[in-house]
């Protein structure tokens, strides 16, 4: 259905803006037009487009038959351009229609070739009748009653009334001399007007004839105007206008005269004097055909697959032309350009399909359509322009390799594919944790200190990393929207900067290609996050700083998942934040808050930390039922905090289909305490309770207690997620990482019960590892923490191991548990020394040992 009414009777005096006035009661109005001739004389009538056809169709049945002033409009839906229910043209004032055709002399090149085929046709309809008429009287000359029949049946007015009825009886001499007679006196007047038309010629001669002397005379005399008196030179004036006066009036006498001759003059000459002027204009134009014009166009946008998109409404976003043009096929690029004055669109746009045959069908659907109020005009576009290559020649001689290999670098920049979203740069964690922790850079990557430095730096990344998460959920950031495919068109993150940029040197980088919202930089400073208000100026400072060096390093560039943040950019809010971050001093405080170390070791081990006693118990975790949709976890924890030693409390949610982006409460959730014996007597207290009208239901939970096993506060339990074993595969390990780097670096997350790195025959590992953990707690938390985590610049994928469920696996593996506890050999073990026996033989070094091929070893 159209969005877009015509409007008929309008009064004579309307407004463009009383107009848009009237009819934006009842709708968001994009577009108005009054429409005039090309005198400037108003129609009446007149087009108003609104945002949605549903706004148009309200309007259309409350506004007709109403009345503005004293005029009672007519108000109907406007028909698309082309469309078959359109009545046929009939105005003077439209192009095309015969009235028009007539009244501006435009001759229509069908009707003209239609009129002279009938015309050709009836010319030789009469030439055969009048062949035919001549042969008749040729045979009946001489019959005197057939031409008395011809008389009678003459027609009446080619008879004369006081024609004589006896004319048929007249003798031949008498007609002879009644002929005879008839023509002298026609020889008589054509003497008479021949020489009176000489006499007038004579004339005309003599008197020109006369002048250019009395000119001559003039111009050889010379005479002194000055000498002569006001009436003598008043009287020569009279004489010289009257003289010019009297030949034009012969001319036009003669002008005059030649029109009403009666003077056979050929008709070419005829139309080439009459249409001569016209003709000439006719050709300049030289209008085609247009089915020629409908093919190029074609053939140019399947060269180029690119639409411009013209006439659209100044409150369109792209998302509209996306979903628009994106039903018929999908779409590389919409690029719509904004007005730096006012950030709105400036009424153009184009669109990049992937495939050129779905931009020839977008082409063949959307020209001339109704868009949001407006017709479209879709048009081939260019090819897009490609971006301006650095100096190929400096000083003479030609770009480096490393040169191009940043260009190459550059043009790649905006794939879709990244390694790591959260990539930070090694030398940034380092300043970042040295400040942290108060030591030097040298100290911390020192090979003196135990431990590797390799494993000391990843460990430092983890925990940088575990922070800037925190930071970016407290401040709207949805991390797990990381994981989609979909980017968005306004946020970018920035990636690999120095640690030594703060927020607002990321902000005046930016700032320059457009308008910003919100800017966030962790306090560790090794990534940020850049929202524009824009899609266009985002795309803009894109292009120009992807890889551009920022200091000492060049940043990395990535646009960041589609609704990245959870809420609308609120100005005052970003402002506040703002302020609250300036001094050094709320830095520090920000980063001292943010530091929650992800798991400590040492306590681990003794046991020492809190909660530890209930590592992994049942009995501490309430299910709570029967709670209203509107409930939060801070209402619940009001109610269950009168019980001391709680742990967390969780309700658990799903995506709302109607509303993306925001969560619904399925009507339970789980209440944590760090001791059986607080949720025994929580579970006694608060039996029955009414909450927000609603009567709890509360009973025992299966779960083991999440947030004392693995020190996360209850993060799984919140995000739903059920571990799957203890045992998880680390991929893509560095071939200069040992067993003993591994282990390090995963102990410090959870209590391991054995590493095992598969080495390959010829020497060295395989470049990945199995870890099996004590409880599948800890395995979800080493899973959760170190997914963003590089060793040795390399990024470490890890995962779930598979298990090994069937039977005879099963089997295998217990029995190859009892021989090695038994001290008999297994299959496994003669299988192995048969492989050592036969690399021994073939003269082949293995740095392999026992533990290499123990499936279940340390």
């Known amino acids: 259905m159209s969005s877009r009414i015509i409007v008929k009777n309008l009064p004579k005096h309307i407004t463009d803006d009383r107009f848009r006035e009237h009819f934006g009661n009842k709708g968001e109005v994009t577009d108005s037009k009054l429409i005039y001739t090309s005198a400037g004389r108003f129609r009446r009538f007149g087009y108003i487009g609104f945002r949605s056809s549903e706004d148009a169709e309200q309007a259309q049945q409350y506004f007709d038959g109403s009345f503005i002033d004293t005029s009672r409009i007519v108000v109907e839906l406007a028909k698309p351009f082309g469309d078959a229910a359109l009545p046929r043209a009939w105005s003077v004032y439209t192009k095309g229609t015969t009235l028009y055709n007539k009244t501006h002399g435009v001759s229509d090149r069908a009707a003209e070739e239609l009129a002279e085929a009938e015309t050709k046709e009836k010319q030789k309809n009469q030439r055969a009748i009048r062949s035919l008429y001549e042969e008749l009287l040729a045979e009946n000359q001489d019959d005197q009653r057939f031409k008395e029949f011809l008389q009678v049946m003459a027609p009446r007015a080619s008879n004369k009334t006081w024609a004589n009825d006896d004319y048929a009886n007249w003798q031949t001499d008498e007609l002879a001399a009644i002929q005879g007679a008839v023509s002298a006196r026609r020889e008589q007047e054509a003497d008479k007007a021949k020489k009176k038309k000489d006499k007038k010629k004579a004339k005309k001669d003599k008197k020109s004839d006369a002048k250019e002397s009395e000119q001559a005379e003039a111009a050889n005399a010379a005479p002194d105007l000055s000498a002569l008196s006001d009436m003598e030179w008043l009287r020569m004036q009279m004489r010289s206008s009257t003289g010019d006066s009297d030949a034009e009036a012969d001319e036009a006498d003669n002008n005059s005269a030649e029109a ?103 082409y063949k659907a959307m020209d001339n359509k109704v868009f949001l109020g407006r017709l479209l005009h879709v048009l081939p576009g260019k090819e897009k322009p490609q971006a301006r290559e650095s100096e190929d020649f400096q000083a003479g001689f030609k770009s480096n390799v490393k040169k191009e290999r940043d260009a190459k670098k550059k043009a790649l920049a905006g794939s879709d594919f990244n390694w790591n979203s959260l990539y930070m740069s090694a030398d940034a964690v380092a300043d970042s944790i040295s400040e942290r922790l108060s030591i030097s850079k040298a100290d911390l990557l020192s090979s003196d200190a135990s431990g590797n430095p390799a494993v000391r730096l990843a460990l430092a990344e983890t925990h940088i990393i575990n922070d800037t998460k925190r930071f970016f959920e407290e401040h709207g950031v949805v991390l797990d929207r990381f994981e989609n495919r979909e980017r968005s068109d306004t946020v970018i993150l920035v990636k690999n900067i120095p640690f030594s940029v703060d927020e607002e040197e990321i902000r005046g980088m930016f700032g320059k290609y457009g308008s910003l919202g919100r800017v966030l930089v ?60 300036k001094s050094a001093e709320a830095a520090k405080e920000e980063m001292a808050r943010l530091h929650d170390p992800v798991n400590d070791p040492a306590a681990m081990a003794d046991g020492a930390s809190p909660g530890a006693g209930s590592k ?135 209590q391991v019960k054995s590493v095992r790195l598969p080495n390959k025959f010829s020497g060295g590992h395989r470049g990945f590892a199995f870890v099996e953990f004590l409880t599948p707690q800890e395995a979800q938390h080493v899973l959760d923490t170190m997914k963003d985590t590089h060793l040795y610049g390399r990024h470490l994928v890890v995962d779930w191991a598979e298990e090994e469920n069937s039977l005879e696996s099963i089997r295998e593996k217990v029995g190859r548990q009892f021989a090695k506890d038994s001290g008999e050999p297994s299959p496994a073990a003669g299988k192995r020394r048969k492989i050592e026996a036969d690399l021994e033989k073939n003269a082949q070094t293995a740095g392999t040992g026992d533990d290499d091929f123990d499936m279940d070893s340390d």
């Open 260 to 362: 009403d001759a009666d003077v056979a003059v050929p008709a070419s000459e005829i139309t080439t004097s009459a249409q001569a002027e016209p003709k000439e204009s006719t050709e300049k134009p030289k209008r085609s055909d247009p089915t020629e014009n409908v093919a190029s166009t074609i053939e140019q946008i399947r060269e180029t697959g690119r639409l411009f998109i013209r006439n659209l409404p100044y409150l369109v976003t792209e998302d509209d032309l996306r979903s628009a043009f994106e039903k018929f096929g999908p779409l590389s690029e919409v690029h719509m350009p904004i007005s730096k004055d006012t950030k709105r669109p400036k009424g153009f746009a184009y669109i990049l399909y992937l495939l050129p045959e779905h931009a020839v069908n977008a």
């Open 522 to 581: 962790p306090p560790s400073r090794t990534i940020a996050i850049v929202e524009f208000m824009e899609p266009s100026e985002a795309r803009t400072a894109f292009r120009h700083l992807a890889y551009k060096r920022l200091k000492d390093a060049p940043i990395y560039l990535e646009r960041a998942p589609k609704d990245t943040f959870d809420t609308e950019y609120d100005a005052a809010a970003d402002a506040e934040r703002r302020e609250k971050l």
């Open 616 to 750: 992994g118990q049942a009995g501490c975790v309430l299910f709570v039922k029967n709670l209203d949709f509107d409930t939060t976890e801070e209402t619940l924890r009001g109610v269950f905090g009168g019980v001391d030693d709680l742990a967390s409390v969780t309700i658990r949610r799903k995506k709302d289909p109607k509303r993306p982006g925001k969560w619904l409460s399925m009507g339970f959730g789980f209440v944590e305490y760090k001791t059986p014996e607080a949720a025994r007597q929580a579970l006694a207290s608060f039996q029955g309770t009414e909450v927000d009208d609603h009567a709890l239901e509360i009973k025992m939970s299966d779960r083991v207690s999440k947030a004392t096993a693995s020190g996360d506060s209850a993060a799984d339990v919140a995000g739903g997620k059920k571990p799957k074993s203890t045992k998880l595969v680390v991929k893509n390990i560095p071939f200069e990482a040992t067993r003993k780097d591994i282990r390090d670096l995963v102990s410090a997350f959870g």
